[in-house]
Every structure is written in C-alpha cells, then in structure tokens.
C-alpha cells in the first residue's frame, strides 16, 4: 500500500449529437481508481468546446446540475487525475485545452516525460507561456507547433512523438476528430471500443468501455495512433516498433482494476497467478489467507487454491473513502488506514494468518494494518507480497521518485519482517514476476532493480517545475 497512481484518460466520438458527457462521466467513474485528486470533461459541438475541471473525485466535481449543463455534442474527451509532474491545483486539471491558429484541441494524458524539463526550457526560450505546471502542457505545445505545419491533427501527433520521450496515453481531439496515441514503449495502457450506436470509445482500461456498453476492440499498439471519425479508424503505425515493448508491469499488480484485460491478458488471472506463485515458493502452516482491499485479493485467492489453505474476507473495506495515499501527510496517511479498513474479529481471532498485500514501500502504512490485525487476536501474520522489493524510482508515470525513502533500501527481508510486526514475510521474485504475465512481448521492471528503458531525467521529482519557477523567483529577487 501507498503506492501513488497516475491518470486515466477516457474519450468517445459519436456519428450523431448526443449525451457525450454523460457517457464520459461514466467512463471517469469506472476508472476513478487512476486518480483521485481532480477531474475534468470537455465536449466537443460543432467545433465549439464546453468544459468543466475541478479537485475532487468524479462524484464531487460532476453533479446531476453540473453535467446538464454540458450542451449535446459529437465528441468528447475527460481525466482523472494522479500528477506525477506538479502540484495538485485547479490549473493542472486535464483535459488540456488549447486554441490555435488552425483550429482547438483537447488533450488528457496518462504517464509521465523523462524530457519535459528539456522540451519545456526549449519552449519556452522560444517564446512559450506555460499556465500550469503540469508535463501535459508540455505535449499540448508540442502537438500545437507541429499542427502549425502539418497537414492533419495526427501528423503533428506523429511528429511530436519524435520529441517525446518516456511514459504518454494519449486521447485528444480536434474540431472533427478524436485521436489516441500511446508511446512506443506502451508504458500505460490504452485501449478502445465500439458502442451499439457505432460510436467509438478510448480508454486507458478495458473496464471502463464496460462501464458505458462499449465491446471491447483491441488495445492501441505501442507508438500506435489511432484515428477516429465518424465514418471509420485509421491506424498509423510509423512509431511501431522503434522501441521494445515495457508495459508498466505494476498495472498487472496493483494499478488497473481487476476486471480489465491488458495487451490481452487478464488483470485477474495475472493476481491469482502471482498468489500461486507466492504459495509455491513461500509454504507456511496456516489457518486463513486473506487480502489486503482491493488489490491483494485477487492473489489471495491464488495464494489459498494453490496452498490448500482456507480463503476468508478478514478486513471489512469502507468503500467511501479514496486510497490512503490521497492524505498529504505521512500522519494523516495512518490514520486513513484505521478510517478505511477493520478486520473481522470473529474470522482472524486466534488464527495463524497468511495477509497478502501487492507491496511494501515505506513500511509505515502496512504496519498499521499489521497492527489492526494484532489487535483483533491474531495469533501469527505471515505477510506474502505479490511484487519485488522497491529499490529505486520511477520515471514513468509511478509516484515513487526518492529511493531513500524506500524500506528495502536499507533494510534486509527479515529486518522488515520485525519493523512491520510479521512473524514471516517473503516477496515475489521479478524472475517470478514475469510469469504472472506470460504472453505479453515486454515489461518496465526498473523500480525492481532492473534496468531504465530510457534515459532518466536530471531531476524527476513532482514538483521540478514548481521549484523551478521558485528558484526564478529568488534569483530575481537577489538581483533587485
């Protein structure tokens, strides 16, 4: 637990005028789990853009008052949003807007630039303003200055692609078209679908063409851009290819939702894979497997067919609450774990306990759900996690971006056993790791140990922009 999420981008384009935003407002719902810090819809009629953005959760910000308000439209695009790259602020709330002399675009994106530093001092040495301090606003320039001379929406999104490096999903539209991109290493996903009506739907995950009737039509290749109108798709495929697939393999385990299928693999089955193999490789005598909510019960459930261990529900989830890591601090973080989860006394009490969690990163959040249980009479926790140990950070997308905060950095397995209270703790391997996704071409591993794909930045903390803007600020005040 606390692992910080990124962002999940949906879009529809419709042949008729219709209720766009409602079937976006539905399709943000669906992947709220994504992010939970803001959201926003813009629709698209006739060329003429409407939008709302705002903090909060999909709930908060769209009211049955606020989405009427939203006229009827053929297109329409929304985000929810975990910044990996700036402040949690209004003015970073996506879709990015822009109007330019060739017409507007509206674009939500999912990831995280390794370059944005570079390409943002570059525009804005050309005579760029920036209004947020968000990496997205970086794509929208660069997609703007190469719409300048392009023939087509998607050509300037070809050629920006060339300028970009690192993690991006893109789902953006023009005034008569909806395009989706994802980066040749296909870090995060993107997918799309096809409503009854015809109507075509992108999405960072499969669940969410669920949520609005869409069927489910393929997943966007990896430097693929899809171009979507009324009358059909168009594929360009001029970035495929060029890089070896590295699909983020934390959506597998903790990120996407259970229910969604990724490059063809299922969610779930990935989950239960992982328990299995934690079973296999971590025996123990016990009474009762159980999960932490929501994402170690898929491999809890693996965990107890592969072990023979009875599967029980041992913590009762308040589902009205967002994830312990929405508070801002480490305090208020540890008490949303006792708001959020209570064991069930009655199913742990006296019991020798197998707790299957998806990870382990400072230590401090899983203690305390260690300690719920300690106190609810459980005699022995042996605490299994379904992914490596964290040792370094990551660049694509993942709020992990200080290795010195990380617990296996300077603990051994055993020194954290006794720092969280279990009596026998084991990790997956990332040689096991790879086998819970059997099938897929290729998978990001660094935050694992294993090797960056691309080139890191000279500095990939969430606020680098804001600091930079500060440090310009001080230098100017030390001159006057």
Same mark, same amino acid.
């Given at each position: 637990?606390?692992?910080?999420?990124?962002?999940?981008?949906?879009?529809?384009?419709?042949?008729?005028?219709?209720?766009?935003?409602?079937?976006?407002?539905?399709?943000?719902?669906?992947?709220?789990?994504?992010?939970?810090?803001?959201?926003?819809?813009?629709?698209?009629?006739?060329?003429?853009? +409407?939008?709302?953005?705002?903090?909060? =959760? &999909?709930?908060?910000?769209?009211? %049955?008052?606020?989405? $009427?308000?939203? /006229?009827? !439209?053929?297109?329409?695009?929304?985000?929810?949003?975990?910044?990996?790259?700036?402040?949690?602020?209004?003015?970073?709330?996506?879709?990015?807007?822009?109007?330019?002399?060739?017409?507007?675009?509206?674009?939500?994106?999912?990831?995280?630039?390794?370059?944005?530093?570079?390409?943002?001092?570059?525009?804005?040495?050309?005579?760029?303003?920036?209004?947020?301090?968000?990496?997205?606003?970086?794509?929208?320039?660069?997609?703007?200055?190469?719409?300048?001379?392009?023939?087509?929406?998607?050509?300037?999104?070809?050629?920006?692609?060339? +300028?970009?490096?690192?993690?991006?999903? =893109? &789902?953006?539209?023009?005034?008569? %078209?909806?395009?989706? $991109?994802?980066? /040749?290493? !296909?870090?995060?996903?993107?997918?799309?679908?096809?409503?009854?009506?015809?109507?075509?739907?992108?999405?960072?995950?499969?669940?969410?063409?669920?949520?609005?009737?869409?069927?489910?039509?393929?997943?966007?290749?990896?430097?693929?851009?899809?171009?979507?109108?009324?009358?059909?798709?168009?594929?360009?495929?001029?970035?495929?290819?060029?890089?070896?697939?590295?699909?983020?393999?934390?959506?597998?385990?903790?990120?996407?939702?259970?229910?969604?299928?990724?490059?063809?693999?299922?969610?779930?089955?990935?989950?239960?894979?992982?328990?299995?193999?934690?079973?296999?490789?971590?025996? &123990?005598?016990?009474?009762?497997?159980?999960?932490?909510?929501?994402?170690?019960?898929?491999?809890?459930?693996?965990?107890?067919?592969?072990?023979?261990?009875?599967?029980?529900?041992?913590?009762?989830?308040?589902?009205?609450?967002?994830?312990?890591?929405?508070?801002?601090?480490?305090?208020?973080?540890?008490?949303?774990?006792?708001?959020?989860?209570?064991?069930?006394?009655?199913?742990?009490?006296?019991?020798?306990?197998?707790?299957?969690?998806?990870?382990?990163?400072?230590?401090?959040?899983?203690?305390?759900?260690?300690?719920?249980?300690?106190?609810?009479?459980?005699?022995?926790?042996?605490?299994?996690?379904?992914?490596?140990?964290?040792?370094?950070?990551?660049?694509?997308?993942?709020?992990?971006?200080?290795?010195?905060?990380?617990?296996?950095?300077?603990?051994?397995?055993?020194?954290?056993?006794?720092?969280?209270?279990?009596?026998?703790?084991?990790?997956?391997?990332?040689?096991?790791?790879?086998?819970?996704?059997?099938?897929?071409?290729?998978?990001?591993?660094?935050?694992?140990?294993?090797?960056?794909?691309?080139?890191?930045?000279?500095?990939?903390?969430?606020?680098?922009?804001?600091?930079?803007?500060?440090?310009?600020?001080?230098?100017?005040?030390?001159?006057?």
């Amino acid at each position: 637990m606390g692992i910080h999420e990124e962002c999940g981008v949906f879009g529809v384009l419709s042949a008729k005028k219709e209720n766009v935003a409602e079937l976006v407002y539905y399709g943000l719902y669906a992947l709220q789990h994504r992010g939970q810090e803001s959201c926003g819809i813009v629709v698209n009629d006739d060329g003429v853009f +409407s939008s709302y953005k705002d903090l909060g =959760l &999909v709930s908060e910000v769209f009211s %049955k008052d606020t989405l $009427a308000h939203f /006229p009827e !439209g053929t297109m329409a695009v929304g985000h929810v949003r975990y910044g990996t790259t700036g402040g949690n602020t209004r003015s970073n709330c996506q879709p990015i807007e822009v109007s330019h002399q060739k017409g507007k675009m509206a674009l939500a994106h999912n990831g995280n630039l390794t370059n944005a530093l570079t390409l943002r001092d570059r525009l804005e040495l050309s005579g760029a303003i920036f209004h947020t301090t968000s990496d997205t606003e970086t794509i929208a320039y660069m997609i703007t200055r190469e719409r300048l001379g392009a023939s087509s929406i998607e050509e300037a999104v070809s050629r920006a692609m060339e +300028s970009l490096e690192g993690a991006y999903s =893109l &789902v953006l539209m023009s005034s008569a %078209k909806m395009v989706a $991109a994802r980066d /040749p290493y !296909g870090f995060r996903p993107l997918c799309y679908g096809r409503m009854p009506d015809g109507a075509y739907v992108a999405a960072s995950e499969s669940c969410a063409l669920s949520a609005v009737g869409a069927e489910y039509v393929r997943d966007v290749l990896p430097g693929e851009i899809v171009v979507f109108r009324p009358d059909g798709v168009e594929s360009r495929r001029e970035h495929c290819g060029t890089q070896r697939q590295k699909t983020c393999i934390f959506e597998y385990i903790y990120f996407a939702r259970p229910d969604s299928v990724i490059d063809g693999i299922s969610v779930h089955e990935s989950r239960r894979r992982a328990g299995e193999l934690l079973a296999e490789r971590y025996p &123990v005598d016990a009474d009762l497997v159980t999960g932490v909510p929501d994402s170690g019960l898929d491999a809890a459930l693996g965990f107890s067919e592969r072990s023979g261990i009875p599967y029980g529900i041992g913590f009762t989830k308040n589902k009205y609450i967002g994830r312990t890591f929405i508070s801002p601090t480490q305090e208020l973080r540890e008490v949303g774990v006792n708001i959020k989860l209570n064991p069930i006394r009655a199913l742990v009490e006296g019991k020798r306990i197998v707790l299957i969690d998806d990870s382990i990163v400072r230590g401090t959040t899983c203690r305390g759900v260690i300690d719920l249980l300690r106190r609810a009479g459980a005699r022995e926790i042996h605490m299994r996690v379904s992914a490596p140990p964290f040792v370094a950070p990551c660049y694509y997308g993942t709020d992990i971006d200080d290795a010195e905060h990380l617990i296996a950095n300077h603990h051994t397995v055993e020194e954290i056993a006794e720092i969280i209270g279990v009596d026998s703790l084991g990790y997956l391997s990332v040689e096991h790791l790879l086998q819970i996704v059997d099938g897929c071409e290729g998978f990001c591993t660094a935050c694992f140990g294993g090797a960056y794909p691309t080139a890191i930045p000279r500095r990939g903390d969430k606020d680098r922009f804001e600091r930079k803007i500060r440090q310009r600020i001080q230098a100017k005040e030390g001159n006057l």
